[in-house]
């Protein structure tokens, strides 16, 4: 207040404000800074990422999943199918065994069935050879066991093998008894001590002959 206003009176008086502030002649204070306006948040993209990669692998495990159970059944049905095929084998194996076992034991029954008639009319022949003087009784029943066992042989493929023209095979004579002769050429069969048998188209026994070979020149 100055001197002039304290000599007027207090209703001359007057209060001016101050455009500038509160203090005279004080610097005018800083107007405080607006506050700025927030901008809406968005999700960061690594979490977006974070989250989409978690369901791929998800579903990827659970495919994976689905595929192990899936190969697992399989591998069951596989065990249980070969268990069977091995079981199966096996029996299969034991009864071949058994049938061949079988073959084996009982193969000649119908053979042996044929020559028990021939043991038959052997004791025919010697009960009848008993009161026979001449013996014509026991040459006749000896005559007809011969024939049947020649037939039964027959009938099961086996032949006599014949010795043709004298000439030795190896593959089908055995030599016995060697001579030399300044007579022959090539080696010949002079005797025939016990015959050679086939069994259809295979050797069953070798003749065995004596044999007579080109003499050795000095």
Same mark, same amino acid.
């Given at each position: @207040?100055?001197? +002039?206003e304290?000599?007027?009176?207090?209703?001359?008086?007057?209060?001016?404000?101050?455009?500038?502030?509160?203090?005279?002649?004080?610097?005018?204070?800083a107007? /405080?800074?607006?506050?700025?306006?927030?901008?809406?948040?968005e999700? /960061?993209?690594?979490?977006?990422?974070?989250?989409?990669?978690?369901? $791929?692998?998800?579903?990827?495990?659970?495919?994976?999943e689905?595929?192990?159970? $899936?190969?697992?059944?399989? @591998?069951?049905?596989?065990?249980?199918?070969?268990?069977r095929?091995?079981? +199966?084998?096996?029996?299969?194996?034991?009864?071949?065994?058994?049938?061949?076992?079988?073959?084996?034991?009982?193969?000649?029954s119908?053979?042996?069935?044929?020559?028990?008639?021939?043991?038959?009319?052997?004791?025919?022949?010697?009960q009848?050879s008993a009161?026979?003087a +001449?013996?014509?009784?026991?040459?006749?029943?000896?005559?007809?066991?011969?024939?049947?066992?020649?037939?039964?042989?027959?009938?099961?493929?086996?032949?006599?093998?014949?010795?043709?023209?004298?000439?030795?095979?190896?593959?089908? $004579?055995?030599? @016995?008894?060697?001579e030399?002769?300044?007579?022959?050429?090539?080696?010949?069969?002079?005797?025939?001590?016990?015959k050679?048998? @086939?069994? $259809?188209n295979?050797?069953?026994?070798?003749?065995?002959?004596?044999?007579?070979?080109?003499k050795?020149?000095?």
């Amino acid at each position: @207040m100055t001197d +002039d206003e304290k000599g007027k009176p207090a209703e001359e008086i007057e209060y001016l404000s101050d455009p500038e502030g509160p203090g005279e002649g004080g610097p005018k204070p800083a107007a /405080a800074p607006e506050p700025e306006k927030a901008e809406p948040s968005e999700p /960061a993209a690594p979490e977006k990422d974070a989250g989409a990669s978690a369901k $791929h692998l998800k579903d990827k495990l659970r495919k994976r999943e689905a595929e192990i159970k $899936h190969l697992k059944k399989e @591998m069951e049905e596989l065990k249980d199918g070969y268990v069977r095929k091995l079981a +199966d084998t096996e029996n299969l194996r034991k009864r071949l065994e058994r049938e061949k076992g079988d073959y084996f034991q009982y193969a000649l029954s119908e053979v042996l069935l044929e020559f028990l008639s021939i043991v038959d009319n052997f004791e025919r022949a010697l009960q009848a050879s008993a009161g026979d003087a +001449d013996g014509k009784t026991l040459r006749d029943g000896v005559d007809l066991i011969y024939r049947m066992c020649t037939n039964l042989l027959l009938k099961q493929g086996v032949r006599a093998i014949e010795i043709k023209d004298k000439i030795f095979d190896p593959t089908l $004579h055995h030599a @016995m008894a060697v001579e030399e002769s300044g007579e022959v050429a090539e080696p010949q069969v002079t005797e025939e001590l016990q015959k050679g048998y @086939m069994l $259809h188209n295979r050797l069953l026994r070798p003749s065995l002959v004596r044999v007579v070979v080109p003499k050795k020149k000095d």
